[in-house]
């Protein structure tokens, strides 16, 4: 089974740039979560979606948004980046909602640098 | 916000040795789990434990929580230099949503 893939692996954006990001899940899973890692702030949770609806979002401003489609694969975007918006932004899977019962399969990792 | 808080920081240890990583959370929880990333990488999941258990093993990893003072610790036997990684520990909530919290990590360095 493939694991979860992130695309891309590397990005380098300019201040007040938007940008895009993919994750797509294991094949069978329906939950995708996304998480920032920063050295200060470590792993913050962004938002989960579940069958295209988001069912839970961290405390990050609106300029944080994602989606899920209909074949679980998951897109988040940062509109307007600020230069703090530098990190490593890990999307995880998991077969149903949350994680009361299952571990989170996490992808590689986008390193987004913003200059 | 970080629910977990993992001690030490940081751990440095040579091969062979025994290290034991501490993680404190500050609420009721369902379960924990302990993963580890290499270096800016991904992470990979060790061990889940649930809030009614109270010891696990997973080869050379053993896992202990304790509900009463909120705390657990992740234990690797006969430590090798591939076992050099970063170890987080993250709960699961009671209440709410459940999605994961993760502490600020153990950063474990282990030389031959």
């Known amino acids: 089974k493939a694991g979860v893939t992130q695309t891309p692996r590397y990005l380098i954006k300019t201040r007040g740039q938007q940008v895009t990001l993919s994750c797509s899940p294991i094949s069978g899973h329906r939950s995708v979560s996304w998480y920032q890692q920063t050295p200060g702030q470590g792993l913050q949770f962004l938002f989960e979606?579940?069958?295209?609806?988001?069912?839970n979002k961290g405390n990050f401003p609106g300029r944080f948004s994602g989606r899920q489609f209909s074949n679980s694969r998951s897109e988040m975007n940062v509109s307007t980046l600020e230069l703090g918006d530098s990190a490593l932004y890990l999307c995880a899977s998991s077969p149903g909602q949350g994680f009361l019962s299952t571990e989170a399969f996490f992808g590689q990792g986008t390193r987004l640098t913003v200059v | 916000s970080q629910q977990g808080e993992e001690d030490p920081q940081a751990l440095s240890i040579q091969e062979g040795e025994n290290a034991t990583m501490n993680c404190s959370y500050k609420?009721?929880?369902?379960?924990l789990q302990w993963y580890r990333q290499n270096s800016g990488r991904g992470l990979v999941h060790l061990i889940l434990i649930r809030s009614n258990e109270r010891e696990k093993h997973s080869g050379r990893l053993r896992v202990t929580l304790d509900t009463s003072k909120k705390s657990s610790s992740l234990l690797i036997t006969a430590s090798r230099a591939a076992d050099t990684a970063s170890y987080f520990c993250?709960?699961?909530?009671?209440?709410?949503?459940?999605?994961?919290?993760f502490g600020k990590g153990t950063m474990l360095l282990v030389s031959p």
């Open positions: 609420t009721s929880i369902n379960n």
């Open positions: 993250a709960t699961v909530s009671n209440s709410g949503y459940s999605t994961l919290t």
């Open positions: 979606y579940f069958s295209e609806t988001q069912r």
